[in-house]
């Protein structure tokens, strides 16, 4: 018996040393993981950064600083077990994977990826379709500090100096750079210099006053000439009447804005050629209407899109409101709700 009882310890105390060893080389492995540093991380996704900005409109230091800050250069929890690069809770409408996670509250309920690339997908298009924060896309891409400040007034963080954190990592690592197209920046100054000849070689216009009456029902008025065009407001959104032979993607080069997002401010597919008398938003288009007519009365054949582009709301969201398809025709009389 006592022999016995003997080689009991020496199993026991054999198998408590080969817990502790396999304790030891868990953590020594935890420790000697690779640990990314801002560098890496801005060198690994500012290609999708810049990708991103050309798609959505988030300017790309935005997203390299959301990334950097809320994943810790990719070395957070979120972002090593759930591919979370960007802190983003699951909300109501959530059907994919989860993780539990402290935050402000303990175990809340955190998105999960198959892969950190679906993660700064999920991330953009979040942006893009939350209400909240349409007030954003107003702003320059390359106004930083804006879209700083603005992500903390819609509510993205409960940080009190989230908005400065943002902008410090932006400006100590020059992340406003990609925003101006990173490495393509030389060709595209080259390029927007060569449009700029073109257009001062062209007969100047005569350019309408900044006096005129504005229309208040119609909410209208001429902002400011620019590049031989009156650049007009509706709805609070800048626009621009083309002249002929005019194209999207020339609209898009003489104001600086990516020929993507020109498509997408104007609700059209990419590609397509401009109509007589179209208007040209220059900037997002707004998810209401804020002039004083709740109701638009339609002509007959008259579509949903240009009453969109009459008065500066998205068809999507006059789609929503009227229950209506995006590319639906109207018939004559049809009132359309504007708000």
């Known amino acids: 018996m006592i022999h016995r009882i003997s080689i009991m310890k020496v199993e026991i105390r054999t198998l408590l040393l080969t817990l502790v060893a396999l304790t030891v080389g868990l953590v020594a492995e935890a420790q000697s993981r690779v640990k990314y540093t801002t560098e890496e991380y801005i060198a690994r996704w500012n290609k ?41 809770k699951c909300k109501k409408d959530w059907t994919g994977p989860s993780i539990s996670h402290d935050d402000d509250a303990v175990g809340e309920c955190f998105r999960k990826y198959h892969s950190a690339e679906e993660s700064f997908e999920d991330h953009a298009n979040y942006i893009d379709t939350q209400p909240r924060y349409d007030s954003l896309f107003r702003h ?51 390029e927007m210099e060569r449009v700029e000849r073109e257009v001062r070689s062209e007969k100047p216009e005569v350019q309408p006053t900044n006096n005129e009456v504005v229309d208040i029902d119609n909410y209208t008025v001429t902002v400011n000439p620019h590049h031989g065009y009156a650049v007009q407001m509706v ?43 179209d208007r040209v938003f220059l900037q997002r288009k707004q998810t209401r209407y804020v002039g004083s007519e709740l109701y638009h009365t339609a002509s007959a054949g008259e579509t949903l899109r240009a009453v969109a582009q009459w008065y500066g709301v998205r ?20 009132h359309i709700k504007l708000r």
């Open 48 to 88: 999708t950064a810049v990708e991103h900005q050309e798609k959505y409109g988030i300017p790309a230091s935005i997203t390299l600083a959301q990334g950097i800050l809320e994943s810790n250069n990719g070395n957070g929890r979120l972002a090593v077990e759930a591919n979370n690069h960007f802190g983003i």
């Open 315 to 334: 068809v999507a969201k006059l789609a929503t409101l009227n229950r209506l398809p995006s590319d639906a025709t109207l018939h004559e009389g049809q």
């Open 140 to 190: 320059s891409e390359t106004d930083y500090v804006a879209w700083a400040r603005g992500l903390k007034a819609a509510g993205y963080a409960t940080d009190p100096q989230y908005a400065e954190k943002l902008i410090r990592i932006i400006e100590e690592n020059k992340l406003y750079i990609y925003d101006r197209g990173g490495d393509a920046l030389e060709e595209r100054v080259d």
């Open 235 to 277: 709805n609070g959104v800048e626009y621009v009447v083309p002249k002929a032979g005019d194209t999207y993607e020339k609209i898009a080069s003489l104001f600086d804005v990516p020929v993507k997002k020109i498509y997408k401010f104007n609700d059209v597919a990419v590609g397509a050629a401009l109509g007589e008398g």
